[in-house]
């Protein structure tokens, strides 16, 4: 399994290469406007000023280090892995090997209708991106053992079981904008198979 740090360093060099696909036009751009000018600085250089020359001496060596800025931030750039490759290489084997939380469930309610500000929210994220969700009201108790009441993006699964319970997974680092410790992983309701949902279950 890899770790979460290689996971992330994984995904930053991605960032990087879809930066660096930016800079290409832009130092092309200054390459173009560099040559320009020293061009101009030697026809020119009988006819203008020495403050003239030292300006555009100038001119041309700030063209000269963002041109040598452009190209390293290239050159650190990797163009050998895409976003699909780090999530079947990466993502996907770290988010599997993770361990599973579980926490009985006091009751739930269906929430048709998810709100904004609507009380602890939080996304679920799954491996199968064609699974479907439904967004529950749980009420739980927590590590103190003091009853809370949060609102989780879930899947419903039926099982021969008298108490419902949800099973889930978690990360303690930001990976990405989208894949952050703030969500849930693989969420899924385990509830009893008398229960009637609004819902597609397994």
């Keep these: 399994m890899p770790s979460i740090d290689k996971v992330i360093e994984i995904q930053e060099s991605i960032s990087q290469a879809d930066s660096a696909f930016i800079l290409i036009p832009a130092e092309l751009l200054w390459i173009i406007i560099g040559i320009y000018s020293l061009m101009d600085l030697i026809k020119n250089k009988k006819t203008i000023s020495s403050s003239g020359f030292i300006m555009r001496g100038l001119f041309f060596i700030f063209t000269l280090s963002l041109v040598g800025f452009f190209t390293i931030n290239i050159m650190k750039a990797d163009f050998s892995m895409d976003e699909k490759q780090w999530k079947d290489d990466y993502l996907k084997p770290y988010i599997t090997a993770l361990p599973e939380n579980k926490t009985y469930v006091q009751d739930f309610t269906q929430i048709l209708e998810i709100q904004k500000n609507h009380n602890k929210k939080i996304k679920s994220i799954y491996l199968n991106n064609n699974v479907k969700t439904i967004w529950v ?66």
């Design 137 to 202: 009201e749980l009420d739980i108790l927590d590590k103190n053992n003091t009853s809370k009441t949060i609102s989780v993006q879930t899947i419903i699964k039926k099982e021969p079981i008298k108490e419902p319970y949800i099973t889930y997974k978690s990360i303690n680092k930001n990976i990405s904008k989208e894949y952050t410790k703030h969500a849930y992983y693989e969420t899924i309701l385990h509830i009893p198979e008398e229960y009637k949902v609004l819902a597609p279950v397994k």
